[in-house]
């Protein structure tokens, strides 16, 4: 019995211990295989390898590019383009300074790198400017500052010339019980795009309301705009007016010049002109009164306040 | 019409008219255009078709300067005009948006004339000969 008892137990034993020997030698055995098999292969692509420059324009970036073997890759200290030379030449190619030395690569490497780097953050932060100032699918990352409290649920989006006379009757008769009935009362937030269409002063009045902001006083000189507003093209909004009222509400007339006349913020006008037409904005102006819930009412033409306090308080319910 | 165009009526969000206290001058000018160029263009009509001549040149010229003036300034009309021809549309756009007042005082100027001149054409081409 108890013989029976030792034999069942070594049978038991061998029946574990065997089949797991062996599946582990046939793993061992597979990547051995495997890896003899990959290197082969590796051999056979090395010595048919195709050239840097055919490698390039297949779309491989320049420091994952592959040399047969006994080969290696340099860049050429000149312009830094690939090639690969017989490792015996290396040497001599970097000392008669055609290729580059390790240390040089290293910091070509580290400074492409950093431009990398730099790149993605950009992107990143762009993503993210853009991810957080677009409201009811306008992009107002580049429009002016808010004007309001930024926790309303409702938002005014103008679009506007300072040249426009519609513009200038809206703000004159309009605007103030817009700000008394909605803004002042958190009731709505306004952002002002600019769509400078009417000509070259539009443009230039647009670009002297963000060296205003630069300076804090966005609104303050868009007002001064409008209340010296005069006929389209007639030179009202000429260089040299433009800083006459900068001096008139108190700004820093030297930075606000320099501002002015280095075209600072003249890719932002273009970019709201963009953002404008490409949402169907055909008039000065127009509003996009975007709702708690992203919904979007669009008024075009200088219409009186109570069209809009109608419309934000149904909106809000 | 006019009125739309000239951006006293509004059809978006809600059918609105609304004339803005400092622009009452603008819309009196702008119904007088409207009532005058309805009377010539018809009576010229009448004169065309039934007295067979063809003296047109006043009720065209006077509607089309009364109602082009203002109309082209910032609206859709002017951004059309200015988006297809570019510098020569805001010329043109900017010339018409800036003498709004002048060119309607025109225009109502040459559809009185017209209307003077077509009143006494009538008149006397319909006149029964004793």
């Known amino acids: 019995m108890k013989d029976y008892k030792f034999s069942l137990l070594v049978f038991v034993l061998y029946a574990l211990i065997i089949p797991t020997y062996l599946s582990a030698n046939a793993i061992k055995m597979s ?38 073997t006994d080969y290696k890759l340099v860049f050429k200290s000149t312009d830094w383009s690939p090639a690969c030379v017989k490792e015996s030449s290396v040497a001599l190619l970097v000392q008669r300074g055609w290729a580059a030395s390790e240390e040089e690569m290293m910091n070509m490497e580290n400074e492409m790198m950093k431009d990398e780097s730099m790149m993605k953050d950009k992107e990143h932060m762009d993503e993210k400017s853009m991810m957080t100032n677009a409201v009811g699918g306008v992009d107002i990352s580049m429009a002016s500052p808010a004007e309001g409290s930024l926790d309303t649920s409702v938002t005014i989006i103008e679009f506007g010339d300072y040249q426009c006379p519609k513009c200038d009757q809206w703000f004159k008769n309009e605007k103030p019980a817009v700000t008394n009935d909605l803004i002042e009362t958190n009731k709505a937030k306004l952002y002002f795009v600019d769509l400078a269409f009417l000509g070259e002063d539009s443009v230039k009045a647009a670009e002297a309301t963000y060296c205003a902001d630069d300076q804090g006083k966005y609104w303050d000189y868009h007002a001064s705009l409008y209340n010296n507003q005069g006929g389209i093209q007639s030179g009202w909004a000429s260089t040299d007016a433009l800083k006459q009222f900068a001096s008139d509400i108190g700004l820093d007339r030297e930075q606000f010049d320099s501002c002015l006349d280095s075209g600072k913020h003249s890719d932002r006008i273009s970019y709201n002109t963009q953002v404008a037409t490409s949402n169907g904005v055909e008039a000065t102006p127009t509003f996009f009164i975007v709702g708690p819930d992203g919904s979007i009412e669009k008024i075009v033409g200088p219409q009186p306040s109570s069209i809009f306090v109608d419309t934000i308080t149904r909106m809000l319910g | 019409m006019l009125s739309v165009l000239s951006e006293y009526i509004f059809l978006q969000p809600i059918a609105t008219f609304y004339v803005p206290s400092e622009d009452v001058s603008g819309f009196a000018l702008v119904v007088i255009v409207s009532a005058l160029s309805g009377l010539v263009v018809s009576m ?22 009364g109602a082009s003036a203002g109309v082209c300034s910032c609206g859709s009309t002017g951004f059309a005009i200015i988006s297809t021809f570019g510098t020569i549309g805001g010329t043109a756009t900017a010339f018409l948006s800036n003498y709004e007042i002048p060119l309607r005082l025109v225009a109502i100027g040459i559809l009185a004339y017209t209307y003077y001149v077509t009143s006494k054409g009538i008149t006397a081409q319909c006149k029964i000969q004793k």
Do not use: N, Y
């Open chain 2, 44 to 65: 010229s009509i009448f004169r065309v078709k039934m007295l067979h001549t063809r003296q047109l040149s006043g009720s065209i010229a006077g509607p089309i300067i």
């Open chain 1, 31 to 68: 990547d051995s295989m495997m890896e003899d098999i990959e290197s082969k292969m590796q051999e056979s692509v090395m010595e048919h390898m195709d050239s840097p420059h055919k490698q390039v324009k297949m779309g491989v970036a320049d420091h994952d590019i592959q040399c047969k």
